[in-house]
């Protein structure tokens, strides 16, 4: 079944500007992660949250995780062309330790 | 270098034949995964292996059939394909045998059933 819900579905943005991507889950989680996939190609790693942790930074990337609330969000700062992708976040489950659950993804476009 | 491999590329075929598609991993990692991508970009886990011993097989049809020969491969048959399963499908592997760090993907492979 499906854990991560990304919202929006569908993002349009100018470069330079912030790009903010949003993630909700229902289960318990052991660590939530954010995935990048451009077109064509295979999901690449970004940055891992670990469930007793709030904010976590990479880069452009800051992530946040509210567990009460079991939502995360994505943002990146000072958007650029090649940041158009497809963005997706997958959640390790409590006690299902060796699988990842991933949603449907949140396709941003960066216009230059 | 590449560090997840899979071939073919793509693969066009028609209904009812049996096709292979072939992972290999240069990581060292111990676990393996395959993912299957709709076209709404939806991508569910089919199956896992860690040291080449099956660890998660999620509902799927039993014309599909994993083979891990060493925990550097991991590869996919499908006995009498159907259109329904034209999709992209990843490999993955990962550093340990838990879930908690990060997972490595391959290009994909794309399966069109005609």
């Known amino acids: 079944s499906q854990q991560g819900e990304e919202d929006p579905q569908a993002l349009s943005i100018q470069e330079g500007e912030n790009a903010t991507m949003n993630c909700s889950y229902k289960?318990?989680?052991?660590?939530l992660q954010w995935y990048r996939q451009n077109s064509g190609r295979g999901l690449v790693h970004l940055i891992l949250i670990r469930s007793n942790e709030r904010e976590k930074h990479s880069g452009r990337l800051r992530v946040t995780l509210d567990t009460s609330k079991k939502s995360s969000s994505l943002l990146i700062t000072a958007s650029r062309a090649a940041d158009t992708a497809s963005y997706f976040c997958a959640t390790a489950s409590a006690g299902s330790n060796y699988k990842l659950t991933f949603g449907k993804g949140t396709l941003l476009t960066v216009n230059p | 270098d590449t560090a997840v491999s899979q071939t073919p590329k793509y693969l066009v075929t028609q209904m009812g034949n049996d096709k292979s598609i072939k992972c290999e991993q240069n990581l060292g990692h111990d676990t393996m995964y395959w993912y299957k991508q709709d076209s709404k970009k939806f991508l569910k886990i089919m199956f896992s292996?860690?040291?080449?011993?099956?660890?998660i097989n999620e509902t799927v049809p039993n014309r599909f059939s994993p083979k891990s020969p060493d925990k550097a491969h991991l590869n996919l048959h499908i006995n009498s394909l159907e259109l329904g399963d034209s999709a992209v499908y990843f490999c993955?592997?990962?550093?340990?045998?838990?879930?908690?760090?990060?997972?490595?993907f391959g290009p994909g492979t794309r399966l069109l059933v005609l």
């Open positions: 289960t318990s989680i052991n660590n």
């Open positions: 292996y860690n040291n080449k011993e099956l660890i």
């Open positions: 993955a592997s990962s550093q340990e045998d838990r879930v908690r760090e990060t997972q490595y």
